[in-house]
């Protein structure tokens, strides 16, 4: 009895024995399958960010396309506009002289059926008059000149001449041209007599 209990018990030992040398046998196998899956699942997921990462890429070419066909297009505007300003640039100054303008003739045509010298004067000189008004209104104004320090950066010196007194040296005399700013820039430079 013994016997047959020992030959029960290595049957079962057996059994297990190929149990267990059948499941590592099919372990590797799953092992295989799950690995092959998680493979498959892996390049799955990087085909998956690949394509993901192309359609950004497309998306972002778009967009700088379109980015620089707007650039392109706002620089166009800006040359256009520049041009424009160049041949136009004036047209405001030289509308506001046309009043300036019709006096002048106004005056003209008065001075040859004029008898009265001093009303021409006065008409001459109020039309003077507006035109400095008018480009007072275009930020051109006059410098003043008489008794003023010499100045290189605003002054031009035509000529010396002695100073009839101390004071007056290094200072301006007469003033053979006026000399204009445009706001805050020198527009032309005064021509001057400096005492010495």
């Known amino acids: 009895m013994s016997k047959d209990i020992k030959d029960t018990e290595n049957t079962e030992n057996r059994e297990e024995m190929e149990t267990t040398a059948n499941e590592e046998n099919l372990n ?37 396309l379109y980015k620089q066909a707007e650039f392109d297009n706002y620089r166009k505007r800006i040359i256009k506009e520049k041009a424009e ?59 003043k000149t008489e008794g003023a320090d010499f100045n290189t950066d605003f002054h031009e010196a035509v000529t010396q001449f002695p100073a009839p007194s101390d004071e007056l040296k290094g200072k301006v005399i007469d003033c053979t041209e006026k000399g204009y700013m445009l706001n805050d820039t020198v527009l032309r430079f005064a021509k001057v007599v400096v005492g010495i």
């Open 28 to 64: 590797p196998q799953n092992e295989q399958e799950t690995t092959e899956t998680a493979e498959d699942t892996v390049e799955e997921t990087i085909e998956d960010k690949l394509a993901v990462a192309e359609a950004r890429i497309a998306e972002l070419e778009k967009e700088r």
């Open 85 to 143: 300003l160049i041949l136009n640039g004036g047209r405001k100054v030289l509308e506001a002289m046309l009043p300036v303008i019709d006096d002048l003739e106004r005056a003209l045509q008065h001075m040859q059926s004029a008898e009265d010298v001093e009303a021409v004067k006065e008409g001459v000189d109020l039309i003077y008059k507006k035109f400095l008004k008018v480009m007072e209104t275009q930020g051109v104004t006059q410098m």
